[in-house]
T-cell receptor
Framework: GAVVSQHPSRVICKSGTSVKIECRSLDFQATTMFWYRQFPKQSLMLMATSNEGSKATYEQGVEKDKFLINHASLTLSTLTVTSAHPEDSSFYIC???????????FGSGTQLSVL | QKEVEQDPGPLSVPEGAIVSLNCTYSNSAFQYFMWYRQYSRKGPELLMYTYSSGNKEDGRFTAQVDKSSKYISLFIRDSQPSDSATYLCAATGGGNKLTFGTGTQLKVEL
């Protein structure tokens, strides 16, 4: 299957700081990437759809000014959690879709802990 | 009502058992169905991908879709301790947005 690399895998930061998470498609070009959030023992919650060269589309209830998404190239999307607070602590996962089908491949996830 | 319902478990089985994991869905527009395996604190890994109704087999895994009853299943034969993980079903009607179940936690014991 296609490879999606996500970095960092774990980050601990102080409240009020910003954290950037990178998502790269290693062996394919991804015009669309997705960012999910997952709380313990819960399913994936789609936060936003990241489109190369255009603004991201955010799901209802997700603050676009807090979760900044940039998809500057066909292989890289970044999620920046701005002014992080303890309630932002969660597992963030990116994914990318290959070609024109619905096969979605995920990164390894980033565990964010805000102190 | 959630669009995709899945029993969260946990489900515990002995090694070698046949495991049956199931989901139901409510959206008739769903055409594509997937099963993902997720180990703790890792990203989900695509296991099976099925279009419309029918069966699909890959090694010890069989995915089954019954659109008439809006029921999807994943069977794992000869289960191994390494199969212990959370299994997520997902569906979409086309396009890129998937709807996930909550995941079923499976534990295969020695």
């Amino acid at each position: 299957g296609a490879v999606v690399s996500q970095h960092p895998s774990r980050v601990i930061c102080k409240s009020g700081t910003s954290v950037k998470i990178e998502c790269r498609s290693l062996d394919f070009q991804a015009t669309t990437m997705f960012w999910y959030r997952q709380f313990p023992k819960q399913s994936l919650m789609l936060m936003a759809t990241s489109n190369e060269g255009s603004k991201a589309t955010y799901e209802q209830g997700v603050e676009k000014d807090k979760f900044l998404i940039n998809h500057a190239s066909l292989t890289l999307s970044t999620l920046t959690v701005t002014s992080a607070h303890p309630e932002d602590s969660s597992f963030y996962i990116c994914s990318a879709i290959t070609g024109g089908n619905e096969k979605l491949f995920f990164g390894s996830g980033t565990q964010l802990s805000v102190l | 009502q959630k669009e995709v319902e899945q029993d969260p478990g946990p489900l515990s089985v002995p090694e070698g058992a046949i495991v049956s994991l199931n989901c139901t869905y409510s959206n008739s527009a769903f055409q594509y169905f997937m099963w993902y395996r997720q180990y703790s604190r890792k990203g989900p890994e695509l296991l099976m991908y099925t279009y419309s109704s029918g069966n699909k087999e890959d090694g010890r895994f069989t995915a089954q879709v019954d659109k008439s009853s809006k029921y999807i299943s994943l069977f794992i034969r000869d289960s191994q301790p390494s199969d212990s993980a959370t299994y997520l079903c997902a569906a979409t009607g086309g396009g890129n947005k998937l709807t996930f179940g909550t995941g079923t936690q499976l534990k295969v014991e020695l």
